[in-house]
Structures are given as C-alpha cells and as structure tokens.
C-alpha cells in the first residue's frame, strides 16, 4: 500500500530508438520511435531503449518484441546481459570473459557463441530492465506522451556507433 505523505514519483522518459537483435549481429540502425516512461532507475543514468528481435535469450526471459531498458556504459562485468557492438552489428547477449577472451552468449541452444575480435567490440550498455506488452503496441502506445516530452525541450539521445535509418 502506498502512503500519501509520499507521492509516486514521477516517470522520466528515454527515447526508444529502434529494435536490435537478440541472435545473429545485424546492422546497427538508430529508428528513433517515441519514449518509454522509466521509474525507479537512478536519474544519472543515461537510459535508452530498445525492442527485441530474434530468439537467442529467450531463456533469459528476453523474447522477440520485448522493449529492453538499457543503462549506457562501456563495460559490463562478466554475466551482465549487454547490448554489444561488432563493427557496426549489434546484438543482444550475456557476456563472459574467460583468459582474457570476450565471449558473447546467447540464452537458447540454438543459437552460436559470438567470439568478437576485441579491438572491433564496444558495448553500448547492460540492460536493466525487460518489458513485455501484452496489448498493443509500445510505440503507439506512448505516442501522445512522446510528442508532450519532445515539445518540452527534451534532447534526443544517440547510441554511439549506430547509424540512423
């Protein structure tokens, strides 16, 4: 139960910018498609968001049209589920170090260990939180809210290393 001497917080919104692949690296493209209200998460941290495509960490309880709240950050300890860049492919995955390896892991037998060369990995983030709607459609969803957040003087945010579609 909730104490009216403390007001809910209010949320803060992160742009969501696109999907991202949860199985084989794909071109990383930023598709800017609204915001998603996030509360709970420190205000410092720099947050985005992106939807799931593909089934390699459906055993992480990650699975296609997923929306993933991700902390931006260039590393991760070993175990964190990341999004990781290769060149310019982007997946989603656990991540492991092994021997002074990086290793990325999908969550489904299905699916390859990615070995990436490290002077070509950057890890755009660890995510913190997994969403999962059950009607509609996230973007539509929080259109209304998205446009009162933009004319308010929010800034865009950019994943570093993804190019825009």
């Known amino acids: 139960m909730h104490s009216q001497s403390q007001p809910y917080p209010q949320p803060r919104f992160v742009p969501l910018l696109g999907h991202v692949q949860a199985g084989a690296l794909t071109t990383a493209l930023e598709e800017a498609e609204g915001f998603v209200p996030v509360v709970g998460i420190a205000e410092g941290d ?47 995955k656990r991540l492991r170090r092994s021997g002074g390896r990086v290793a990325l892991h999908p969550e489904n037998p299905d699916f390859e260990v990615i070995f990436p060369d490290p002077a070509q990995l950057q890890l755009l983030g660890k995510v913190v939180e997994v969403r999962r709607y059950l009607e509609g459609d996230v973007g539509q969803y ?10 308010s003087g929010a800034k865009s945010q950019r994943v570093a290393g993804a190019r825009r579609a």
């Open 142 to 151: 929080f259109e209304g809210d998205a446009r009162r957040h933009v004319a």
């Open 46 to 92: 720099g947050l985005f968001a992106l939807r799931i495509r593909g089934l390699s960490m459906e055993q992480a309880g990650i699975l296609p049209g997923d929306v993933v709240i991700v902390r931006r950050q260039g590393d991760a300890a070993d175990g964190d589920i990341v999004v990781a860049l290769v060149e310019d492919e982007a997946t989603v």
